[in-house]
Structures are given as structure tokens and as C-alpha cells.
């Protein structure tokens, strides 16, 4: 007998609730199933009631809780199922649409689309597997993960600070280096944070560049010298660690002294921009005046070389009159000489002006217009030979050459007969010197 039973007696001894010390007929305070007998004044326990509580408050029993779970799932009556057959019936029947159902969900669920400028990285298990390309894809939910990365977009890095230059001044620089991911692969896993790294690679070449320079090369001359040793540093420095970024351009935005400083170092900028200001100028005046100086010397020399055949045709036809001179001067001297006389006056005084003078009548003063008179007379001349036959010319020539001496011999006063020797003598001298002055003059 279990020691709930109806037995009293026994069950006071094998109460497992009770007290020490305490007799079987007092129960403990935490017992509520007695009742009291108003008539006796006895407690009377009440059967039903005394087994429900000591099975509640008995240990569980996994069975029976077990079957109370299946019969909330629809599974049957636990153990004692009767004709229902084992208590899984109900949940097999749950599980095969449950599966379908699943599958349905996880395999809509894989279905992804990858941009036109996105390149999908695709994680098996958190390991590289492969890379897909834009469009519809599907990827086994909870197994594989993608990661889309963009290759068409360029992004913008800038970089700035305080930097030494060379000679040991400081400057402030900003640069902004353009760069895309051309490897999606290599920029997820080669480095922990590609941008990261591109970014510190940006300033230790930026540094080292501008470590090697002086400051007025920087902020003067040498922005284009910046510019590409930093972009060739760059590349040398990030090529080991095969990053996957690709540099599309390094810009040199600018490059200031300090604040303390920058008033004197803008009046030397702006002394040095005036000075290839000026410089221009001048070259623009060089190449404007260079040709017209060319035009001039060509055109010198041109002149030169005229003259130089002029003098030398003119010397040469000195040279041929005197050669056709000669044999007239050996077969008459006298005449010859009074001949060249003759010309030389001619040529002397054709260009001076000239009066003429009566000697007799000191009184009043008579003014020939001799000039008018000779040129009227020489266009007269010139009329003639014109119409005159080439014959006549040599004639006509010998006429006027003299009429020329015999007006010369009017105009001389006759000489002394005491004085006739030396008048003569010093006549023939004269010739003499008229006809050298006349050679000199020609030739030079």
C-alpha cells in the first residue's frame, strides 16, 4: 500500500510531510484537504481530495507529462491512445508540409540582384568562393553570403597636414588622390580596410616628397614635380600589398607657408609673378622687333651689294674711257687735256650759281640770269638730240663742247704780254689740277 492510502494509522507513520516529534494524528498547516466536524469537533479527511493534492505535490512523472504535451499538438490521448495509433501520428503529418513550406521560403529566399556597376563577392561558409556579375542570381541562404563591391565608381581620398620641407620649413599641403577598385577580391582580403591603407600610404609619399623639396620649389615651380613624384611613391608603396585599387589621378590642391609667414611669402610669389610677367613681355617685344630687324639687315645688305656693282661697273667704265683716252692722249696731248678741262668745268659748274659781271661799268650792276639762260638752253639741246638722227649726236656733242670753251674763253681775261709765259705756265698746271680733281672725284 502507497503511503497516501486510506489507512490512518498508517498513513500518520509514513507521512512524509510530517513533523518530528509530531503524532500521526496532526497534519502539518500547509494541509488543506482535512475538514472539521462541527457536531464531534474531530477533523475527517476527505479521500478524493487527500489523493488529488498528494499527487500533485508527489514528483512528476515524465511520461504523463510527455502525453499532455501530444495531446496539446493533436497527437492523441499519451500513452494510452487507444486505436490512434503511436502518439507521432498527428506531428508526422505536420512535418512534411513544414519541410515543403521551408524549402519554398529558403529557396526564394537565395534569389539576389547585382547592380551594373557592382561586382557580387561571394562567401561560402565566411571563405572566398567566387565572384559573380551584374544581374539575377541565387545563392544557397545561410550557407552562402555576397558581398557587392563597386569597380565603376571613382572615390575621392584627400590628405592633408604640416609637413618639413627640405629646408627645414613648414608648410601645409592638401592633396587629393582619385582611385577605383579594379580586383573586388583582393580589396575585400588582401588588407584589413583597403581605404584605410591607401590613406596612409597617400601621406607617407606626400611627406617623403615634400621632405626632398625646398619650400619656394613648392609653392612656386615644383607643384607639377609634387604632384608626380607622389603619384610614383604611391604606386611603389601600395604595389607589395595588392590591394586591388587602381590610382586614376593625384591632384595638388595647394600648398601654403604658415600663417606667421605668409605675408612675406606672398610678396615674393608676387615679386616672382612679376618678374615672368616682364619676361613675356620682352619676348613678345623680341619676336615682334626681330623680324623687322631681319628686314632691315637684309635689306642693308641689298643696298651694299647695289652699290658695291654700281662702284665696281663705274670703275670699270673709267677704267674702259681711259683705255680709249690713251691713243688720243699720244697722238694729241694738248688737245686731249684742254678736252678734259673742258668737261670738268662743265660738271663744276653746272651746279653752282653763277652771275656775270661787267667789269667796265663799274657803276651800274648788270645781273644776267644766267642760270635760266642755261638750262633753257640745255633742254633746247636735249630737244634735239631727240629728234636728231644717232649720227648727229656725236656732232652735236662737239658743237656744245665748243660753244662751252668758247664761252669759257670769253669769260677769262686775256693775259698780259710781260705775263704770258707764266699765265701759260701756271694755265697748264691748273689744267693739270682741275683733271686730277676730277679723276679723284669720279672714282671715289
Known sequence: MSWNGSDNNHNSEQDPWGKPGQSGSKKPEQDQGWQNNPDSGTPEPDKQQSQQRNKQQGPPDLEELFGNLLKKMGGGNGRKSGNNGTPFNGLSKLLPIAAVIGAIVWGVSGFYT????????????????????????????????????????????????????????????????????????????????????????????????????????????????????????????????????????????????????KDAFDDAIKAQEDEQRFIRQAEAYAREAEPIARGDAQRIIEQATAYKEQVVLDAQGEVERFQQLLPEYKASPDLLKERLYIQAMENIMAETPKMMLDSNNGSNLTVLPLEQMLNQKKAAESAVEKTDAPQAKGANSNTTLGNAANRAAAFTPAPTTSNSNDNSYNGSQQQERNQNSTRQGRFE
Open 114 to 261: 547585382i547592380k551594373e556597376a557592382e561586382r557580387g563577392v561571394v562567401l561560402r561558409f565566411g571563405e572566398f568562393n567566387s565572384i559573380v556579375q551584374p544581374g539575377l542570381n541565387w545563392k544557397p541562404t545561410f550557407i552562402d553570403q555576397v558581398v557587392p563591391v563597386n569597380v565603376e565608381r571613382i572615390s575621392e581620398l584627400k590628405t592633408q597636414g604640416s609637413m618639413l620641407t627640405q629646408d627645414e620649413n613648414m608648410v601645409v599641403v592638401e592633396m587629393t588622390v582619385q582611385y577605383r577598385v579594379n580586383n573586388p577580391e583582393k580589396y575585400l582580403f588582401s588588407v584589413t580596410n583597403a581605404n584605410n591603407s591607401l590613406s596612409q600610404a597617400t601621406d607617407s609619399a606626400l611627406r617623403y616628397v615634400i621632405g626632398h623639396m625646398s619650400m619656394d620649389d613648392i609653392l612656386t615651380t615644383g607643384r607639377s614635380v609634387v604632384r608626380e613624384d607622389t603619384w610614383r611613391y604611391l604606386e611603389n608603396i601600395i604595389k607589395p600589398y595588392d590591394m586591388g585599387l587602381e590610382v586614376i589621378d593625384v591632384n595638388f590642391q595647394s600648398a601654403r607657408p604658415p600663417e606667421q609667414v
